[in-house]
């Protein structure tokens, strides 16, 4: 009974005013700290653990879901004012619609609600000038829950500072499929070709055609109209050797400048490389993956940004669960990241002058 009471005391002092105006002051303290360091451009998070910290709490999953998301926007404040240009959220896994009817609903309506008190004006994405983006597969979703994302993502679009990437519904192997067929779709179009005025054929022709057409002037005095139909022909058969017939097959024995057999380009696959992919990814154009933080204490991935995981990408799994995760988890995280950002550009510096001098004189 009495460590109820204390308990009691000890939520009523962190919730008076001078203790609230005292953590925010040392909140604006830390952030402002770690600007002074380099700063994750791309972060990306797997909110894991609402239900069981509703079970845990002996309360409904909806309500576990709806303090994750309070907790999502706390940490997007914290991102954003940190410098973080672009987060990425794990908010529904194709894989989630084996739950229960229930809880799928429950998340879809919820997800309806947050999205547009998220993008309301004045509100927290607007006020940093973040964008909502949304990730996945868009016909898994119901008409009118995704007319509910249109709007959010409507309302944001004017903003060019920040991005917010919700993924949802979405999975990685789902997500590198779709561009796998993006690709294939794209290298199976005729490449375009650009008409060269002055290239070797092109004046090889026109002199041919002069050269017949003065001929036929000296040798046999024709009517005008008759040269001029001369020139006509050539200049349609010379056409024609660079337009291809639609009801005819392409012909590979005309080689043009560039050694293209017959008249239809097409993309070389030999030139597809990942970067090829990247730009067909639902993150073309985001900055590469920095770090990518679970909560809960599962570690693992869960199909979830697997393409976007690279060599200097720092995965962080933390045993808190999600309504639980604010700065005070997150704080160690970036000053971890930073730390070693900082050697990772230590062994990337070329030597100074001080230091090639000490190599000499030691040699």
């Given amino acids: 009974m009495p460590s109820l009471h204390l308990s009691q005391i000890r939520k009523w ?17 830390l952030i402002g700290a770690l600007r002074q360091g380099p700063i994750p451009q791309h972060v990306a998070f797997v909110m894991d653990g609402n239900r069981r910290f509703a079970r845990n709490h002996q309360i409904e999953t909806v309500e576990g879901h709806n303090l994750g998301f309070e907790a999502l926007a706390r940490i997007l404040e914290v991102c954003y004012k940190s410098g973080v240009r672009v987060v990425t959220i794990y908010a529904f896994s194709i894989e989630n619609f084996k739950r229960s009817k229930y809880e799928v609903d429950a998340l ?14 004045g509100d927290l994405l607007d ?13 898994l979703v119901k008409p009118d829950v995704l007319e509910a994302v249109d709007r959010a993502v409507n309302l944001t679009s004017n903003n060019k500072r920040a991005i917010l990437n919700v993924c949802f519904p979405y999975t990685s192997r789902d997500e590198i499929t779709t561009a796998i067929r993006s690709t294939v779709t794209a290298y199976s179009q005729p490449a ?5 005025p002055f290239s070797s054929s092109h004046i090889t022709q026109t002199l041919r055609s002069r050269n017949l057409l003065s001929d036929s002037n000296t040798t046999s005095p024709s009517p005008p109209s008759e ?7 050539i200049e349609d058969s010379a ?5 291809l017939n639609p009801d005819s097959p392409p012909n590979h ?13 097409y993309p070389d696959p030999e030139t597809i490389t990942p970067q090829t992919l990247d730009e067909h990814m639902y993150t073309a154009g985001t900055p590469p993956l920095d770090l990518l933080v679970r909560t809960s204490g599962v570690e693992r991935l ?23 995760f604010d700065l005070w988890n997150f704080l160690p995280v970036l000053v971890e990241w930073q730390w070693r950002r900082k050697k990772i550009e230590e062994k990337e510096r070329p030597l100074g002058l001080g230091q090639v001098g000490r190599l000499v004189k030691v040699r």
């Fill in 227 to 233: 040269p001029t139909s001369s020139l006509s022909d």
């Fill in 192 to 196: 375009p070709t650009l008409q060269r």
């Fill in 13 to 29: 002092l962190l919730h008076s005013p001078p203790a609230e105006w005292g953590i925010q002051q040392l909140r604006e303290l």
């Fill in 302 to 324: 869960s199909d979830f940004m697997l393409w976007q995981c690279h060599q200097d990408t720092q995965i962080v799994f933390l045993e808190c669960l999600w309504p639980e």
């Fill in 108 to 121: 879809m309506d919820m997800a309806k609600v947050k999205l547009s008190q998220l993008a309301q004006h």
């Fill in 253 to 265: 024995s005309s080689t043009g400048d560039d050694g293209n057999n017959g008249n239809v380009i």
């Fill in 239 to 243: 056409s024609s050797s660079t337009t």
């Fill in 127 to 139: 006020h940093y000038g973040a964008s909502i983006r949304i990730l996945g597969q868009r016909e």
